[in-house]
């Protein structure tokens, strides 16, 4: 596992307030880039997650990923961004899932997260799909007592969140953030990775068979903004039914 921020060792990990997991480098940013920001602006520590190097790309290189996937998370402002240097294309092997699902319990319990963001829902991705089961996983058995490692107390998040890459978005999400104030940070952070997004070469774009993601998901952005009456907005998914116990944050 590769860290890409503060070098410590796992035992000395310090809790943080949002953990964000990504199959992939650039997958966080792509989804979520404006929410990691805005969490980072107002001072929330936030630890990014990348599952895989994505070495499987058409474009770029492992070592260029890296270094753009540090650029980024400078830019965003997070703390921490660590790489569990998994299978790309293969976070759906039967045969690595529960490994994978205790490593993951393993860095919840460490980071102790009140707030866990993760991909889900369907996705021309097969590993982005993968991504979210793990996750939801993960954060089932880290709160189990007897699960993995004793010396680490069971943990699990106030809230697990989901975000969209590829997919096609299930009508009005139940969360829409308003990330108008920070959105030239996602940008920013998605400019860093110059070996995956090349607007300007059209040509080869097509010849790949791969959207200019960026460009996509800047109009869902600012298709859900305008619903909300801002500039820009992303959505978030919950798990489950939402409590409400003070009827104001309806209307906060």
């Not at 990923?65 to 759906?92: F, H, P, Q, T, Y």
């Not at 009140?114 to 954060?139: F, I, N, T, V, Y």
């Not at 859900?224 to 009456?229: E, S």
Request: charged share 25%; glycine share 8%; hydrophobic share 40%.
């Amino acid at each position: 596992m590769e860290n890409h921020g503060n070098q410590r060792a796992p035992e000395e990990m310090a809790p943080a307030d949002v953990l964000v997991i990504g199959a992939h480098p650039d997958d966080v940013e792509l989804g979520v880039g404006g929410t990691v920001a805005l969490a980072a602006n107002q001072g929330l520590q936030v630890v990014i997650v990348d599952l895989t190097e994505g070495e499987m790309a058409s474009s770029g290189t492992v070592v260029a990923r890296r270094a753009e996937a540090k650029e980024a998370a400078e830019v965003l402002g997070v703390r921490e961004r660590i790489n569990c240097r998994w299978e790309d294309g293969g976070l759906s092997d039967p045969a690595q899932w529960r490994r994978r699902v205790e490593e993951l319990a393993l860095l919840l319990r460490r980071y102790r997260p009140r707030l866990a963001l993760a991909p889900q829902g369907p996705d021309r991705h097969p590993d982005h799909e993968a991504a979210g089961r793990l996750a939801r996983e993960a954060l089932f058995y880290s709160g189990l007592k007897k699960f993995g490692d004793p010396e680490l107390a069971p943990w699990r998040p106030k809230r697990f969140l989901a975000y969209r890459i590829n997919g096609a978005l299930d009508g009005l999400s139940a969360y829409s953030v308003d990330v108008s104030a920070v959105y030239d940070r996602k940008q920013a952070a998605l400019a860093c990775f110059q070996s995956q997004f090349f607007r300007e070469q059209r040509e080869t774009r097509q010849a790949l068979n791969v959207p200019d993601l960026p460009a996509l998901l800047e109009a869902r952005d600012r298709y859900l903004g305008g619903m909300i009456g801002t500039a820009y907005a992303e959505p978030l998914y919950p798990d489950g039914p939402i409590r409400i116990g003070r009827l104001d944050a309806l209307w906060e």
